[in-house]
């Protein structure tokens, strides 16, 4: 998994009726858009990461949406 800076992760829940979380990379501090990654997520926590199997990566798109 590579991401960079502004891309958004998003943990899906493994409980059934448990929301996924949503959170935007705030910090890369791998080599090269490698883990971990500090993200902030939608309801305000913040860590450092490691991306398992549960997680799917959205990549900043360029540009924006406007």
């Known amino acids: 998994m590579h991401a ?28 090269d858009g490698a883990p971990p990654y500090f993200v902030h997520f939608d309801d305000g926590h913040e860590t450092l990461l490691y991306p398992g199997s549960d997680c799917e990566l959205e990549h900043e798109a360029a540009g924006g949406t406007g």
Do not use: C, F, M
């Open 4 to 31: 960079v800076k502004g891309d958004r992760l998003v943990i899906h829940s493994k409980q059934v009726g448990q929301a996924d979380r949503h959170g935007e990379i705030t910090e890369v501090r791998g080599p």
